[in-house]
T-cell receptor, first 110, second 115 residues
Framework: TQLLEQSPQFLSIQEGENLTVYCNSS?????LQWYRQEPGEGPVLLVT?????EVKKLKRLTFQFGDARKDSSLHITAAQPGDTGLYLC??????????FGSGTRLSIRP | DAMVIQNPRYQVTQFGKPVTLSCSQT?????MYWYQQKSSQAPKLLFH???????NEADTPDNFQSRRPNTSFCFLDIRSPGLGDAAMYLC??????????????FGSGTQLSVL
């Protein structure tokens, strides 16, 4: 059972377009994180959201935590080829364990 | 200035031949993790150390062992690799336990191939 479901699994869009990817769960999380992983590298943290309804912006990336703290979204405005990568959401399952979602593999075409 | 360093980047081993992957950190973080990531899948936690306290995930095969001789180093030993163990192995660290919204710092991973 995948506790964090991400959609879509794959997304290929043209440079300059906008996109949104989703992370959903039936469980409540105290916080959710978003990581980006480039091929052959480890994931790198983009943001942590901790309050229901919270919105955080990181340049062209906007992250939102659902009011009920069961879901999160990542919106990218005017996507660029450098945004290409695997986007993973993650949340703490216990004091010492983070679980990761299934990931969205994003490809931006020049 | 690499902070979590994994060696080697690529490792090829034979079916059944023991292999050791290494991870070192310059961050002096208390917690170190080993994740397994298969192609197009989410990283899966194998085990972690909180300081010297070892915590094994219930579904981690007995074939996988780990050692943490000091704060800086952590090793993943695969005693008898099978074809299904081919994957990217990621080492990560955090200052404190992740329930405190801690950031995970990942190494670049070791891509393991089993022939």
């Amino acid at each position: 059972t995948q506790l964090l479901e991400q959609s879509p699994q794959f997304l290929s869009i043209q440079e300059g377009e906008n996109l949104t990817v989703y992370c959903n769960s039936s469980s409540v999380f105290s916080s959710l994180q978003w990581y980006r992983q480039e091929p052959g590298e480890g994931p790198v943290l983009l943001v942590t959201v901790v309050t229901g309804g919270e919105v955080k912006k990181l340049k062209r990336l906007t992250f939102q935590f659902g009011d009920a703290r069961k879901d999160s979204s990542l919106h990218i405005t005017a996507a660029q080829p450098g945004d290409t990568g695997l986007y993973l959401c993650a949340g703490p399952l216990s004091a010492s364990k983070i679980i990761f979602g299934s990931g969205t593999r994003l490809s931006i075409r020049p | 200035d690499a902070m979590v360093i994994q060696n080697p980047r690529y490792q090829v081993t034979q079916f059944g031949k023991p292999v050791t992957l290494s991870c070192s950190q310059t961050l002096n973080h208390n917690v170190m993790y080993w994740y397994q990531q298969k192609s197009s899948q989410a990283p899966k936690l194998l085990f972690h150390y909180y300081d010297k306290d070892f915590n094994n995930e219930a579904d981690t095969p007995d074939n996988f062992q780990s050692r943490r001789p000091n704060t800086s180093f952590c090793f993943l030993d695969i005693r008898s690799p099978g074809l299904g163990d081919a994957a990217m192995y990621l080492c990560a660290t955090s200052v404190r336990k992740v329930a405190l919204n801690e950031k995970l710092f990942f190494g670049s991973g070791t891509q393991l191939s089993v022939l």
